[in-house]
């Protein structure tokens, strides 16, 4: 158990640290590699690693404007989400600079996989393996496999491979919703009849609106996502039937009856954006980055705001809705159900990994989030300084820092 501050003034003093500790930070190792023939580029870059695995983990990015510099930024952020887990996985990140859509993309995949398989743990190396990220398309498993010879080292496979199916599962959603529930209960609450709203329904809003909405009890008020043409806000009077039906179809990814659904039983009340001044319990943005930010973040109506997105809410909205009592639960502490299932991917003798990857998921962000919230109101902080303190901790304290400088 690591030390828990006695006052503010203690936490914000160790919170200062460890930020300018981790500020100063430079990655493990940082990798690149070309193909010039194929005209392929894949970057690997390992923030940092854990003292008790020896290892890094994080998604691999596939686009065609991929940088080194994303990577790190991505690899960085991985190492807080990864340490806000308590996971003993050090952050990562890899990226490939093509276009996935393109053809011959398979070749020039495969070439820079085989380019990155020095950089596996059973090469001597601290990267522990490809995952599915912006780009990453489900062929890629057997590409990459062909490839290498190594399937260990690709995360979210199918449960015929030994993987844990995590999009077919929503587990990266279930965590989220997890979050809300957890976070709910702990200001008093409850998620059973909880209203909410989600913005983009890919598989992590998905997700979440199929446990928080289905499995938890939540009451589904307003959707928004690009393929239904904006936002809409349900009927107040649809059945609880339809309603169930709805969450139905939004969960197991029907695109088709979907829209038909909630277009024949909602009203369009704007763009994608306009389902975050809702008025509701929780807001789930799960779509992009910065979608709330201080041109908007007054408007922002929900009680809670649980981060599915990766970055959200810019940092200094954050702030401004915790001032106006709207409880921020931050990304890296609610969304890290994807690379729970990685590492029991990695690690589990389970037969049955995907529940195992979903029992890791519930218990241990339900965990966290208690605890984050526990330590935001003891001290009077926000739920985000406390996330970050705890997740700066676990990189600082347990000697889990290990391979980086600077710090």
Not at 84 to 103: E, F, M, T, V
Not at 320 to 337: C, M
Request: contains cysteine.
């Amino acid at each position: 158990m690591h030390h828990v501050p006695g006052t503010k003034e203690e936490f914000f003093t160790r919170l200062h640290q460890y930020t300018l500790d981790f500020g100063r930070m430079q990655p493990a190792v940082e990798y690149t590699t070309r193909d010039r023939a194929l005209g392929v580029e894949g970057y690997v870059v390992v923030w940092n690693v854990s003292a008790e695995s020896g290892m890094a983990k994080g998604g691999c990015r596939v686009t065609p404007t991929v940088s080194i510099d994303e990577v790190r930024m991505l690899a960085r952020t991985m190492a807080l989400k990864n340490a806000a887990a308590g996971l003993p996985l050090g952050g990562a990140k890899s990226g490939i600079r093509g276009n996935p859509n393109a053809p011959g993309f398979k070749q020039q995949y495969q070439a820079i996989a085989r380019a990155f398989m020095p950089l596996f743990p059973e090469n001597g190396g601290p990267f522990g393996g490809l995952g599915f990220d912006l780009g990453a398309r489900p062929e890629f498993i057997d590409w990459f496999i062909e490839a290498t010879g190594m399937p260990q080292r690709f995360t979210g496979k199918p449960a015929s491979l030994g993987g844990t199916d995590y999009d077919v599962y929503g587990i990266a959603g279930l965590g989220v919703a997890v979050s809300a529930r957890s976070g709910l209960e702990e200001a008093g609450g409850t998620a059973q009849g909880a209203t909410f709203a989600v913005q983009g329904l890919g598989a992590m809003g998905a997700g979440v609106v199929r446990y928080f909405g289905g499995e938890y009890g939540g009451k589904l008020c307003t959707v928004s996502d690009k393929l239904l043409g904006g936002s809409y806000r349900l009927n107040a009077d649809i059945s609880d039937e339809l309603r169930a039906e709805i969450v139905d179809s939004i969960g197991r990814m029907d695109r088709e009856q979907t829209t038909k659904l909630v277009k024949q039983n909602g009203e369009h009340i704007g763009t994608p954006g306009a389902v975050l001044y809702e008025s509701v319990d929780v807001l789930f943005p799960c779509a992009v980055h910065d979608v709330i930010h201080p041109g908007n973040d007054g408007d922002v109506a929900a009680s809670m705001v649980a981060e599915g997105a990766n970055g959200p809410c810019k940092a200094v909205s954050r702030d401004a809705l915790q001032e106006r009592g709207v409880v921020v639960l931050p990304d890296f502490l609610v969304n890290a159900g994807g690379i729970i299932a990685a590492h029991v991917e990695m690690t589990s003798d389970a037969d049955d990994k995907p529940q195992e990857a979903m029992n890791q998921t519930v218990s241990t962000i339900d965990r966290n989030v208690r605890r984050t919230v526990a330590l935001a109101r003891g001290l009077e902080v926000s739920p985000y300084q406390a996330a970050s303190y705890l997740a700066l901790v676990n990189i600082f304290e347990s000697a889990e820092a290990v391979g980086t400088n600077g710090a």
